[in-house]
């Protein structure tokens, strides 16, 4: 059973507005989470992390959001442009495995129109 | 800026060959990790390595296995390719155990097609 999901394969938004891709996980042992953007031919890039004692994490454009009671993570993305167009990970880790070892969703591809 | 080079973009091997996947960083990283990439399941660690010679089973080990004989290199093994190995090979590294939570860098990924 994936212990780490996104249900939204694919996501359709307009430039300039906000994109907001969302993640759930099941193991209450993660406490630390990460986001990675993945373009085609390319590995994927870390982007964005945070850690289970905060419920905000900011840099520039995006936003990281964390409802541990839900188990429940979202990234924003404010104001989207074309070149965020990419496939979009979340992953989450746990302390016992302080090797970073990483759990991954499925993904979700994001498109953003012109 | 961290490289990660993976030794080939495409590879089309049959079935029941022995494949070789080569990863090279140059940073070095203590931790190597191998994962795939399927459609729909996201990327699935297969091992990794926090040191030289030492390697750790993954969540689907089966099939697979690897080397670490120097730091910068993490090599994975496909005894016997069969078509379910079909996929986008992954290879990553990270900053050793003590360094906290730091990022996993990738590499631009190996297509294997098993036919």
């Known amino acids: 059973d994936q212990q780490v999901k996104q249900n939204s394969p694919s996501l359709s938004v307009q430039e300039g507005r906000i994109s907001i891709l969302n993640c759930d996980y099941t ?88 | 800026d961290v490289k990660v080079t993976q030794s080939s973009r495409y590879l089309v091997k049959r079935t029941g060959e022995k494949v070789f996947l080569e990863c090279v960083q140059d940073m070095d990283h203590e931790n190597m990790f191998w994962y795939r990439q399927d459609p729909g399941l996201g990327l699935r660690l297969i091992y990794f390595s926090y040191d030289v010679k030492m390697k750790e089973k993954g969540d689907i080990p089966e099939g697979y296995s690897v080397s670490r004989e120097k730091k910068e290199r ?36 190996t297509r294997l097609t098993v036919t």
Request: glycine share 10%; with cysteine; hydrophobic share 35%.
């Open chain 1, 27 to 114: 193991n209450s042992m993660f406490d630390y989470f990460l986001w990675y953007k993945k373009y085609p031919a390319e590995g994927p890039t870390f982007l964005i992390s945070i850690s289970s004692i905060k419920d905000k994490n900011e840099d520039g454009r995006f936003t990281v959001f964390l409802n541990k009671s839900a188990k429940h993570l979202s990234l924003h993305i404010v104001p989207s442009q074309p070149g965020d167009s990419a496939v979009y990970f979340c992953a989450a880790s746990a302390a016992y495995n302080a090797g970073n070892m990483l759990t991954f969703g499925g993904g979700t591809r994001l498109m953003v129109k012109p």
């Open chain 2, 74 to 109: 993490f090599s994975l093994i496909l005894e016997s390719a069969s078509t379910n190995q079909t996929s986008m090979y992954l290879c990553a590294s990270s900053l050793g155990r003590g360094e906290g939570n730091s990022p996993l860098h990738f590499g631009n990924g």
